[in-house]
């Protein structure tokens, strides 16, 4: 069990030798690597993940009221390991606030409809961010008696033959139910969706979820800023061989970037990605440390010819979300009223929003928080080709940029994964459909659609065995494709 410390004193003596034992602990997101990390490093590691356990306490607890305590320990501890041995946790009526022995303390700050925003942990900084003006969407009146996706109508079973009914029902029992007591060995999966012919065929929820609970999207919102992307290109906002035109890189090297290259992650920007696995990646640098994540990105020198070079990047989402503000108007609002009333409105999408940064910016690299019926159904639109109820959401051809293949990789398109993709275990990705193509979030959040045969699946949870989680969802998706 992890000791979790609310706020209070100790004596300095008692904190210097619980942070050196405690430093010496092999950490969670190191448990996979070949060598243990140097006691330096565990030092560095530190202050990002005072960062992310705040971000994380407030999205998941404060924001979706799940239980606090469960979250610490479930979902947050695990992580940030050893940092839970001598953190101090605070949770106000609408912040929480970590801190470390020597450490200035991370805050995050929930608002209503904006969700939870990280800063340091300072009154002129609160007072700041509590200032800014924002006026939250109204959700449309939830229609229970039309079935998903057009209304909030419940899972249509009867549309499943018997054996896929077994499949969905074996495999339900399966990622549902623990067999480790380690949490750091948990899959945690929250949430397994099925949608067919696009009808909402399968739902099934962890003990402690519902479907009107948002749940955490990760890098699937990578994908979700592509779409936003998409509406504004079918606006007549963008194009995608267009330069991006970030006002940042107005006059510099980076000017001719386009858009294709951005979303193509192939830039030419230097990136470290990381995966949050320690405090010297860019991503986490930039998420948990910066309060302006988009001028922190596009400072970053570029190191190749636009076009050519795949470099996964979480900075670069953020970056196209930031240009997406500017053509929205350049507010947070204005950005916060487009994706509502273009994207979200349309699809029937309640409450969701992509969580800013302290300058206002979506964080469209990570941050996204929708329902699992919301990113089902934003799997259905690129399954539709970018139609939705007989409506062009997203140009057809905007949506074909987004499922083939870059010049640069052959596993990517636009901010979108696909066949063939070295991510997934050989042996399924050699049964799995050419055409398959999938959202990707860290802790194994998994949007997977195969056009073809109309079918979209969808996995949510807080994986920490995540080859068990990632082996799950796509042997699921071969026994459905098996079955009629």
């Known amino acids: 069990m992890y000791p979790l410390q609310t706020q209070g004193s100790w004596k300095l003596s008692a904190c210097a030798t619980l942070l050196l034992s405690a430093c010496l602990a092999l950490p969670a997101s190191a448990q996979q690597a070949s060598t243990t990390p140097s006691l330096s490093e565990l030092i560095k590691s530190i202050p990002a993940g005072t960062g992310y356990a705040a971000w994380d306490l407030c999205s998941r607890a404060s924001a979706t009221g799940d239980d606090f305590a469960r979250v610490r320990t479930q979902y947050t501890a695990p992580k940030v390991q050893p940092l839970p041995s001598f953190w101090f946790v605070t949770r106000g009526a609408d912040e929480v606030e970590v801190s470390a022995v020597f450490l200035s303390p991370r805050r995050a700050i929930y608002r209503p409809g904006l969700g939870c925003t990280l800063i340091a942990a300072s009154s002129a900084k609160e007072a700041a961010l509590r200032a800014q003006p924002f006026r939250a969407a109204r959700p449309p009146v939830a229609d229970l008696m039309t079935p998903w996706p057009f209304g909030e109508g419940r899972a249509q079973s009867d549309a499943l033959s018997a054996d896929r009914r077994a499949v969905l029902d074996n495999a339900a029992a399966t990622m549902l139910t623990e067999t480790s007591t380690d949490p750091t060995k948990k899959t945690n999966t929250n949430a397994l969706l099925v949608a067919q012919d696009g009808k909402l065929v399968y739902e099934r929820y962890a003990a402690n979820f519902d479907r009107n609970r948002p749940q955490l999207g990760w890098s699937m919102t990578k994908t979700l800023t592509a779409l936003v992307a998409g509406v504004m290109e079918r606006d007549g906002k963008l194009a995608l061989d267009a330069p991006v035109g970030l006002t940042a890189w107005q006059g510099t090297n980076k000017a001719a970037i386009t858009w294709r290259n951005l979303l193509n992650m192939a830039p030419g920007l230097e990136w470290v990605e990381g995966g949050y696995a320690a405090g010297e990646d860019d991503t986490t640098k930039m998420l948990f440390s910066q309060e302006d994540q988009c001028a922190w ?63 206002g910016t979506p964080v469209g ?90 079918l979209v699946v969808l996995r ?21 494709l098996a079955k009629p």
């Open 460 to 480: 949510q949870g807080v994986a920490f065995d995540t080859d068990t989680a990632l082996r799950q969802v796509y042997q699921l998706v071969v026994d459905l």
């Open 297 to 359: 990105a596009a400072s970053k020198p570029l190191v190749a010819q636009p076009g050519t070079v795949f470099n996964y990047s979480t900075g670069f989402a953020n970056l196209a979300m930031c240009r997406l503000k500017e053509l929205a108007g350049g507010s947070h609002q204005q950005i916060y009223d487009y994706y509502q009333k273009r994207l979200f409105a349309p699809l029937g999408i309640r409450g969701g929003y992509v969580e800013p940064d302290a300058s």
């Open 365 to 454: 690299g990570a941050r996204g928080m929708l329902r699992p019926v919301d990113w089902l159904r934003l799997g259905q639109l690129v399954a539709n080709e970018g139609r939705w109820n007989g409506q062009a959401v997203l140009n057809t051809s905007y949506v074909h940029f987004m499922t083939a293949p870059s010049p640069a990789s052959n596993g990517y398109g636009g901010m979108l994964w696909r066949q063939p993709t070295e991510h997934l275990p050989a042996d399924l990705r050699a049964q799995l459909p050419a055409d398959l193509v999938f959202f990707a979030g860290f802790q194994e959040q998994h949007i997977v659609i195969v056009p073809s045969r109309h």
